[in-house]
């Protein structure tokens, strides 16, 4: 247990002092010394509101280019406060608090405990909505998946927003400054029958740089383990969708399926979140960390300048003033919310809960895009998964040991299992209405997949048997959601609408891919191991009008909502900020995460925002 205990121990808090190596020209810091002593009135050059997967990188990039750098966070330390959910891979897809049911189990030192409002054209009921109140943000609690965009997603991305550093090509340097990649550990693996080819290059620092497979703080890799049922899965879809050679990290997803890698760091097989980024510039830099810290609002120097944010450290307020920039990252939910209490939205919006107007800017929480997750299931007997591996009680000290001594077996399990990402194949086109083929065709470059397919399995705790699921996503919602205030008070949650399936379109696209997860389960691999009838949706529910049915009962989110904050050209069509994070109609303030999206991105999104925030500190640094 104590090596257990070594490895889990809080950094920063524990850990007294790091001593450096390698580094000669700085002097030693104590890591305490990067925790501020809360209530007194501070000014830092950089502000920056909300240490989550986008926040800590833009932090740790402003204080490395010496920059004095404060990060105002609402909640505390993962590592102390979710055990070692946050840390054990298989916990990410199995912790309690992702429950969307209303009376989820809640988790208050992790979790915003944040509600959506009754989804009247889907389940008719509120869904929880998890979202991290930690350091490290969503990063800390999401499932795990590293998987970027297509590189026409990218084209659409830079034309859109009028900045070619968003194509492809120019991007690639910030998601290789962002991750390290290691190659799978076959040997931990043990399963010949689920080895793959990859693309190694995907995370090389720069090109004028050493090389190798990368420096960046996120560490990229392949589970230590293979669920033994989805390889059955990944059978079948493999003979419907061809295994890509290269993974989804080199610019084509389309038409393709992988085993998804994974934000784990191999050698412990420990979760890698945003904070990677934080222990570097705690060693590093000067960077200061208020910790369980609301930002109240941000104050503007009596015109148009954002110059300072209000904060509150569990009720003691004071005032924290920016030299520079206010840079906002409290993610697709809270920074709409903060922009609105602090005077920047819709205008009608504020008046109505009393807020002085600084910018009327109507996109503010507008655009929300959220995906939702639909699945076709069958049992597949005794074929042993890994939930019930790690349910058996006679297995309970081996798990343990593998996972604790060698960093491997099921409790490495990670994200996602067997995915693959296509657009709706042609045969069954044909069965959209015109206007949703026109919407997709507009909407989407010629290699942005349109629903992702993600294999996995689970034990059945009645029966003891083994449920085989294809996950289906919808990657590109047509239906739009909001979020607004309440009130002018920050205390009081954001209010949510995803806006589940109130646009047609989407329920065509899910229909016809339920059909399409059909397909993979009547493949030759999957019908010689699957038993009984299917389970989900169930043979008898076939016909357009049952299957939709269907879809609104059972769907739920995925958890990459965006663009409530959206990029863009011109406030005028909704925009929040420019390609740069500078929001519209003022000026020394930035907003970067998943909130300024310009779409809902075809991927599980982490990569894409260390990438963007990488982008974004660059942008400041070099006063762009
Ligand atoms: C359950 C779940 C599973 C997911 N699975 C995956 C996956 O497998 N792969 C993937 O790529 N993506 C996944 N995602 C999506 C991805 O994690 C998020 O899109 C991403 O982390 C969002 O980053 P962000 O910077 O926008 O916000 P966050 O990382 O959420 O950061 C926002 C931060 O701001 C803080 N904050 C908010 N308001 C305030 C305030 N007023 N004052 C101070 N601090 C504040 C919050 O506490 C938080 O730390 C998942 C998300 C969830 C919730
Ligand atoms: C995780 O923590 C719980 C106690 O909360 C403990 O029972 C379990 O063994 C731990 N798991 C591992 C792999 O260390
Ligand atoms: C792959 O090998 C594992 C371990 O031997 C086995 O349990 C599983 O059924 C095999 N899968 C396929 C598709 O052959
Ligand atoms: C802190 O700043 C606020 C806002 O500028 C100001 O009203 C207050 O007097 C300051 N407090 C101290 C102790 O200087
Ligand atoms: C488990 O199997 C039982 C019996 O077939 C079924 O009623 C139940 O719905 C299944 N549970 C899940 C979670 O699929
Ligand atoms: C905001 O709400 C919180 C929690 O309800 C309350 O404690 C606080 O007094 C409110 N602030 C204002 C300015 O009303
Ligand atoms: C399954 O495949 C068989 C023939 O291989 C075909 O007749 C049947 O229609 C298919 N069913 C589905 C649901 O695709
Ligand atoms: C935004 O667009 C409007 C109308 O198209 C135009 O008048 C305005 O100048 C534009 N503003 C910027 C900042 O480009």
């Not at 501070?42 to 932090?59: E, H, M, Q, R, S």
């Not at 990218?154 to 290789?176: I, P, S």
């Not at 026109?438 to 909407?443: E, G, M, Q, S, V």
């Not at 075809?602 to 762009?624: C, F, M, N, Q, W």
């Amino acid at each position: 247990m104590t090596i257990l205990w070594s490895r889990l121990v809080l950094w920063g808090v524990f850990t007294l002092t790091f001593t450096r190596t390698n580094c000669t020209t700085r002097r030693r810091r104590l890591a305490s010394s990067a925790y501020p002593i809360p209530g007194f009135n501070a000014t830092y050059d950089y502000i920056v509101i909300g240490g989550g997967t986008a926040g800590l990188p833009v932090a740790a990039r402003l204080a490395e280019s010496g920059a004095s750098v404060a990060v105002v966070e609402a909640g505390g330390f993962y590592e102390v406060d979710n055990g070692n959910y946050s840390i054990i891979p298989w916990y990410a897809v199995t912790m309690p608090l992702l429950s969307d049911a209303p009376d989820y189990a809640r988790q208050p030192l992790m979790d915003w405990d944040l509600l959506t409002v009754p989804q009247v054209s889907a389940r008719g009921q509120t869904a929880h909505y998890p979202a991290g109140k930690t350091l490290g943000g969503s990063s800390a609690h999401n499932t795990l998946a590293y998987i970027r965009i297509p590189k026409g997603t990218h084209q659409r991305w830079a034309d859109g927003v009028g900045d070619e550093v968003y194509e492809w090509e120019n991007m690639l340097r910030y998601y290789r400054r962002s991750c390290t990649l290691h190659a799978p550990d076959w040997g931990k693996r043990k399963m010949p029958n689920a080895s793959f080819e990859f693309d190694g290059s995907i995370c090389d620092s720069d090109p004028k740089g050493k090389g190798g497979r990368g420096e960046g703080p996120i560490q990229v890799s392949w589970s230590n383990w293979v669920d033994p049922a989805t390889t059955w899965l990944a059978r079948g879809i493999q003979s419907v969708i061809p295994m890509s050679k290269e993974g989804f990290n080199s610019g084509k997803t389309e038409g393709t399926s992988a085993w998804s890698s994974c934000t784990v760091n191999p050698k412990w097989a420990e979760r890698s979140s945003a904070t990677e980024y934080l222990k570097g510039a705690i060693e590093d830099t000067e960077i200061m960390v208020y910790h369980h810290t609301q930002a109240l609002r941000i104050g503007f120097d009596g015109g148009k300048k954002a110059d300072s944010v209000r904060v509150s450290t569990q009720g003691l307020e004071y005032t924290l003033t920016a030299g520079k920039e206010v840079i906002l990252s409290a993610g697709v939910f809270h920074s709409p919310q903060l922009l609105m209490v602090s005077g920047i939205g819709p205008k009608s919006v504020l008046s109505s809960h009393g807020i002085p107007v600084i910018a009327d800017l109507p996109g503010v929480g507008q655009g929300m895009q959220d995906q939702v997750v639909s699945q076709v299931s069958w049992g597949l007997g005794t074929i042993p998964t890994t939930s019930g591996l790690i349910r058996n009680p006679a297995n309970r000290e081996k798990i343990l040991r593998q996972y604790l001594d060698h960093g491997e077996g099921p409790l490495t399990f990670a994200a996602g299992g067997y995915i693959s990402f296509e657009k709706v194949p042609s045969s069954l086109r044909a069965g959209l209405s015109q206007r949703t083929r026109d919407l997709l065709d507009t909407a989407l470059s010629p290699d942005w997949p349109e629903v992702e397919y993600i294999g996995n399995a689970v034990v059945n705790f009645t029966t003891g048997e083994t449920t085989g699921i294809i996950g289906i996503i919808l990657l590109h919602p047509f239906s739009r959601g909001k979020v607004t205030i309440s009130s002018a008070n920050i205390s009081d949650p954001p209010v949510i609408d995803p806006g589940w399936l109130t646009d047609p379109a989407d329920g065509e696209i899910l229909i016809t891919a339920i059909k399409r997860a059909r397909q993979f389960w009547n493949t030759s691999a999957l019908t010689s191991v699957k038993t009984g009838p299917e389970l989900q949706p169930g043979a008898q529910v076939v016909s357009d009008a049952d299957l939709l049915r269907y879809i609104k009962n059972a769907c739920t989110t995925i958890w990459h909502a965006s663009g409530t904050c959206r990029m863009g050209k011109n406030s005028s069509d909704g925009a929040v900020v420019d390609s740069k994070g500078r929001v519209f109609g003022v000026s020394g303030l930035r907003v970067v995460d998943a909130s300024v999206l310009p779409f809902a991105l075809p991927t599980h999104p982490t990569s894409v925002i260390y990438a963007l925030a990488e982008k974004i500190a660059e942008d400041i640094i070099l006063g762009r």
